[in-house]
């Protein structure tokens, strides 16, 4: 815009001021130091005076702000900044908290921890207290409105700096998160944050804190060891906090394989302490797996965690396996036994490990019964029991033992021959001889010849010692018997009897079992009593004997015939007798024989209840049907009264397929009997009747059937839907089909069998309602029924009684919502005008989601029942805190609120309606419209109606509307105001009303603050409308200097010079400011010179020069700031609307950006190929630096990668310095012996090349 320049001398400046200051004069020191700032780096100098003046003038604030600003001006310089600060800092006058608050901004610039150290040790509390809450708010405005992504290089030492101060301050808790959050996205950062938390943990005596934060640290790079380091000796100095240390370290560190084993060490201990003995056991099983060899820490810490938790097994296990690797069978045996005590789930472990010790040949007896007891566990008898008979046969010391597992073995599994030729051996060397003999009589019952044969083993050994024993005798016999040696046994057994008679009392008993259990031996014994001399002996116990014996040999009918002479022969012995008939008949089981004869031994003694259950045995052979029907009969004359005969009659007669036979007599035969006992009497009528075609008479007595006796329902069933296919319509057997269905419990098919009796004839739905109602009573939470039952109360108009049973189904079962829904809108077709079904179907409508007919039908049941407003309007509040995102409920409830005219309600739900779904704000448009109709004048309608408007983007309506507001009322202006500010996107419409609007309440510093904005931002198309409103605003306030500058501005831009002079020239006149004169001046000759008037242009130079010549400088350089922001400002929105292409524009855009530390909006800028070669690389080059800045090295070296095809000096270092802080030497010097005779190249090549060698050297000693 201008074109004239100069420049003053700072050195000059800064030496009159530091005489005036000497001088005591530090007011016009400070003054002439102001005046002289002209935001160059010229002022750096000037801005160190100041603050050194400021500061002896006790504005202590203002000193450390402008020593502050120095840095910004030069930060090249920040030591001589420093060295400023800390003659400030330790002066007497000064206020330690806030020089302290510069220096160690600068010091964290440098990361000069040390010196930061030396002047935080300077504060007292209370000066710390003022500190940290000055760099507290610096750091909560950067977490409060950044991410980390967002992050530029002085929001990270604000929170390096935060985070400092709290460690410093021992605030361990407060700096933890600051200094994690650094440490894990500032790569270059990490030592310093290292290296100051050790120093700060060596002065904290016993703190574990810090110790804690390190190992954090580690864990986030991953440094494993180190991090358990640094845990350990946290929990050293703290054991309580073992277990937090160790589920930290069980949290970040799930592969323990990487880390030292050291490390593992100090894991374990924690895991103990914590009593986490399974991960303390993982880990030295890892470090014997690593070593392959048990050292003797693992055998401590294995000792230690046993004796920690005497109880856990896995501690057992890991000492097992470290004895195995040493060899002591002997303690494995020990622990074996004590894991098995503990636990017995673990036998495949302790299986396994005996296992290997057989395989080494090292196991031993001891190992060998703990094998056998679990093998009887796993119920593994065979194997158990083999082990154990090996055991005492080489070594009978194991008795006891050995014993009790054969006995064991024998409860689970009793035929177990070595477990019982086992216990043989043990009664035999324990003289247990009559144990022995009971254990042989049991291996006779066995009929085996391996059992058998053990058997007569030790029978012989016994007989023996003592030929004396007549029952080891008898036993020894049966042995040689079953073994096929008959002959001997023969001789033997009758020589006893013919030289003792009175053993035969004894030996035919003790021949019963053996003869019960082999036909062979009963063959021989009764051989032997035929060949007795019957008068030898009583002649009730021989025949007894001998018809025992008889059929025990398969000689029945001579057993029987015997038994039937015995009944006649001997009737005081029938009770022995009885006793004899039930075991043969045990023995003949349903044997004809048997049972004939039962039944006609009862029948004589008129005992026809034992005379019907022996009878009955013959049911399952049908030949015998008839002879047992005509022995029925016989019983049923002889015992009319017996229930179960007449059952029986007329079962058989059914079976036999008697059906008119049945319908004849049963009544007949059943008039004698209990009628509560004739149900299934009455069900074989009723069956018959079915088998005759005889559908209702069927239907009659099974009905009564299934009443007296439940157990027949299932039968029934089958019967019933057999009837429905001769006769579908029967309404009796419908009815006892209901019925059967409901006594099985099973409601469903019941129900809709009462429903079917509806269908087919309407006049029974009383009936069935009736019935339902008592299902109702005893059935609970049955949904169907209640269902149903309200389907039928519809059907018979009882529609408040439906209603109700709708809702109870509802509540048991919410599946039944689509079938109430469907219902009750079939009937509202029918009862349009009932409120009360129309409110229920809306609910309904709201349970399945479905909003907006919930909201319809809700709304037209109040229209037509205004008695069901408070409902409704609840029920729709109860929709939309339910549904909170959906609208069709809010419009429901506020066209309630409208048809009552609460309007205030109704705005607020349709503002809501717009916050949840913008695409809604024309149907809230159209509600306003109508709310307007009633109430023209409505403001807080009219501005509701406008801020939808305002969203809707209809900008000229919105304006109308608030202005009409407005006119009406001015109190509203400050709402409207606020409203207008809110928008984000304020066009140029909105911005001149929102001018008129600060016009109107007589603000003018706010309407020219707006119209100086727009000027900015605006096209020259808008200046026309910018200048209107500007001759507004000094009609009415003359001296707005802002109006004036922005009206000389615009003309300015506009060319009409004529116009800035006679707007101006009269102020430039009259003014005694200084600012003011030279403000103008400029613009007037500016204006005089581009009008041709050179003569006038040099006379106000010259006077406004003289005047103040560095205020001339000062303005000219604003005036350069205000072009420069405003061509950024149009080139910005030039931009973000497209209207630009211009890749030189673009570049300077990305370029401001950058300088303005909005890296990432300058990356997606630069996100895009340039046509111009030499443009891209400067794009390319721009991209790099800003992915530099925000500390992806990486990257910003992959796009820059491209720049060694650049000519660029600039564009290679840039890649260069990359390579460096990567470490590509190598990579640096191969690039530059291209550019080896470009002397600006030629130091970098040589320190690369040294730095190559030396890396080369290092790989080498490696």
């Known amino acids: 815009m201008l074109d004239f320049f100069s420049s003053g001398d700072p050195n000059k400046v800064v030496e009159k001021s530091s005489k005036l200051r000497i001088e005591g004069k530090h007011e016009k020191a400070e003054q002439l130091l102001k005046k002289n700032i002209k935001n160059s780096k010229s002022d750096f100098i000037i801005l160190l005076e100041l603050s050194k003046t400021q500061f002896e003038m006790g504005k202590i604030s203002e000193a450390v702000s402008t020593l502050r600003n120095s840095y910004y001006i030069s930060p090249e310089e920040i030591d001589k900044i420093l060295n400023v600060g800390e003659d400030l800092h330790y002066r007497a006058t000064s206020q330690k908290d806030q020089t302290a608050s510069v220096l160690i901004e600068m010091y964290i610039k440098k990361r000069d921890f040390e010196s930061l150290k030396k002047i935080f040790d300077t504060l007292s509390s209370e000066e710390i207290k003022n500190l940290l809450s000055y760099f507290e708010k610096l750091y909560l405005n950067v977490k409060n409105s950044k991410t980390v992504d967002q992050f530029n290089k002085k929001d990270v030492e604000i929170y390096l700096s935060m985070g400092i101060l709290y460690l410093y301050n021992k605030n361990f808790k407060e700096a933890k998160p600051i200094l994690e959050l650094l440490f894990r996205t500032q790569v270059k950062d990490r030592n310093y944050i290292l290296s100051e938390y050790l120093n700060v943990a060596k002065t904290t005596y016993g703190n574990p804190d810090p110790y804690i934060a390190i190992g954090d640290l580690y864990i986030l790079i991953n440094d494993k060891d180190k991090a358990i380091n640094y845990f350990h000796k946290a929990s050293t100095l703290d054991p309580k906090l073992k277990t937090d240390i160790s589920n930290k370290i069980e949290e970040n560190i799930t592969d323990t394989k990487e880390i030292s084993e050291s490390s593992k060490y100090s894991i374990v201990d924690l895991a103990i302490e914590k009593k986490d003995y399974k991960k303390a056991l993982d880990i030295i099983y890892e470090i014997i797996k690593e070593n392959n060899e048990v050292k003797d820490e693992i055998v401590r810490k294995t000792y230690q965690i046993i004796q920690s938790a005497p109880d856990f097994v896995e501690g057992y296990k890991l000492l097992v396996e470290i004895l195995l690797l040493k060899k002591d069978v002997a303690k494995v045996y020990t622990n074996l036994e004590k894991i098995y005590e503990l636990k017995s789930e673990e036998k495949n472990f302790i299986l396994g490990v005996i296992g290997r010790i057989e395989q080494a040949n090292s196991c031993n007896e001891d190992l060998y019964i703990l094998k056998a007891k679990i093998l009887t566990e796993n119920e593994e008898f065979k194997e158990s029991a083999k082990i154990i008979k090996d055991v005492y046969f080489k070594n009978n010391s194991y008795t006891f033992d050995v014993e009790k597992l054969a006995n064991k073995v024998l409860d689970k599994d009793p035929e177990n021959i070595d477990a019982l030729e086992t216990l043989c051996q043990i009664f035999l060397d324990k003289g247990e001889l009559d144990k022995l003999k009971k254990l042989c009589e049991y291996l006779l019952s066995i009929s085996k010849e391996e059992y058998i044969t053990i058997a007569k083993k030790y029978l012989q050994i016994i007989y023996e010692k003592n030929t004396s024993d007549l029952e080891t005798k008898l036993n020894l016999g049966i042995a040689l018997i079953k073994l096929g040696k008959i002959k001997e046994s023969e001789v033997m057994i009758i020589e006893t009897l013919k030289t003792n008679p009175e053993t035969f009392y004894i030996i035919v008993p003790q021949f019963y079992n053996a003869a019960k259990n082999d036909k062979d031996v009963a063959s021989i014994v009764l051989k032997i009593l035929k060949n007795l001399e019957r008068r030898k002996f009583d002649p009730f116990l021989y025949d007894f004997s001998l018809c025992e014996i008889s059929y025990l040999a398969s000689d029945l009918e001579f057993s029987l015939g015997m038994l039937k002479d015995m009944f006649e022969n001997y009737p005081e012995k029938e009770e022995d007798l009885l006793e004899l008939l039930e075991r043969i008949k045990d023995f003949y089981l349903e044997n004809e024989l048997v049972t004939e004869f039962e039944f006609n031994l009862f029948l004589n003694k008129k005992d026809f209840k034992k005379a019907y259950e022996s009878l009955i045995k013959l049911r399952k052979d049908k030949n015998k049907l008839g002879h047992i029907l005509d022995n029925l009969y016989i019983l049923n004359k002889n015992n009319p009264e017996d229930v179960k005969i007449v059952e029986s009659i007329v079962e058989i007669l059914d079976e036999m397929g008697f059906y008119e036979k049945i319908i004849k007599e049963g009544e007949t035969l059943s008039s004698n009997l209990d009628q509560q006992k004739v149900g299934k009497i009455k069900f074989y009528i009723g069956k018959a009747y079915a088998n005759k075609g005889m559908v209702n008479d069927s239907a009659t007595l099974l009905y009564q059937a299934i009443i007296l006796d439940k157990s027949l329902i299932e039968i029934t069933l ?48 009383n009936i069935v309602i009736s019935e339902f109602e008592k299902w109702n009573e005893n059935v609970i939470n049955n949904p169907k029924l209640n269902f149903s039952l309200g389907t039928l109360y519809f059907e018979t108009a009882q529609y408040d009684k439906g209603i109700s049973k709708m809702y109870e189904t509802y509540e048991m079962d919410s599946s039944y919502l689509d079938s109430i829904i469907n219902l009750m809108s079939n009937y509202i077709e029918k009862e349009s005008e009932n409120g009360e079904m129309l409110y229920a179907t809306g609910v309904f409508y709201s349970k399945k989601g479905l909003f907006k007919l919930a909201s319809d039908y ?74 307007l109709t009633n109430e023209p004048n409505n403001n807080f309608l009219l501005i509701s109606l406008a801020d939808s408007y305002l969203k809707t983007n209809k900008i000229k309506e919105a304006v109308e509307l608030y202005s009409k507001i407005i006119k009406v009322n001015k109190k509203y202006i400050d709402e409207v105001i606020d409203r207008i500010l809110e928008i984000e996107n304020k066009d140029v419409e909105i911005q001149l009303f929102l001018v008129d609007l600060y016009f109107e309440k007589d603000d003018f510093e706010n309407a020219s603050n707006w119209l100086n904005f727009l000027y900015l931002t605006s096209d020259t198309d808008v200046y026309e409308k910018i200048v209107e409103k500007a001759n507004l605003i000094i009609s009415k306030d003359p001296k707005n200097q802002k109006i004036i500058s922005l009206l000389s501005h615009i003309y300015y831009d506009l060319k009409k010079f004529d116009k800035i002079i006679e707007l101006t020239m009269e102020i430039y006149e009259k003014t005694t400011k200084d600012d003011e004169k030279i403000r103008y001046g400029i613009l007037l000759a500016q204006s005089f010179k581009n009008l041709g008037n050179d003569k006038k242009k040099e006379e106000i130079l010259s006077f406004i020069k003289n005047l103040n010549i560095d205020l001339f400088y000062e303005i000219i350089f604003q005036f350069y700031e205000e072009e420069k922001s405003k061509k950024c400002a149009k080139i910005e929105k030039m931009f973000k609307n497209g209207q630009t292409n211009d890749e030189n524009m673009i570049l300077d855009y990305a370029s401001n950006l950058y300088k303005q530390q909005r890296y990432f909006e300058s990356i997606n800028i630069l996100n895009r190929k340039f046509n111009d070669t030499n443009l891209d690389f400067e794009r390319i080059y721009l991209l790099s630096k800003n992915y530099e800045k925000l500390g992806n090295i990486t990257y910003a070296l992959e796009i820059a990668s491209k720049l060694r095809d650049s000519s660029e000096k600039k564009h290679l270092n840039h890649l260069i310095n990359l390579m460096k802080k990567l470490g590509y030497y190598g990579e640096i010097e191969g690039m530059l012996r291209s550019k080896i005779h470009d002397t600006s190249f030629a130091s970098e090549f040589t320190k690369t090349k040294y730095y190559s060698n030396l890396f080369s050297d290092y790989r080498i000693i490696i």
């Open 718 to 765: 089958s019967i019933l839907k057999d009837l429905l296919k001769y006769d579908p319509f029967s309404l009796r057997v419908h009815y006892t089909l209901s019925l059967a269905y409901y006594l099985n419990k099973n409601i469903d098919l019941a129900i809709e069998e009462m429903l079917e009796i509806v269908k087919i004839d309407q006049n029974q739905i």
């Open 858 to 931: 809700l709304y037209n049941a109040m229209s037509i029942e205004t008695a069901l407003k408070g409902k409704v309007i609840s029920q729709l509040q109860f929709i939309i805190n339910q549904q909170p995102d959906e609208v069709d409920p809010r419009f429901s409830l506020a066209q309630v609120y409208k048809d009552m005219h609460n309007y205030m309600q109704a705005i607020t739900l349709l503002r809501q309606i717009e916050l949840i779904n913008p695409a809604e704000t024309e149907n809230v448009i159209s509600f306003y419209k109508e709310m």
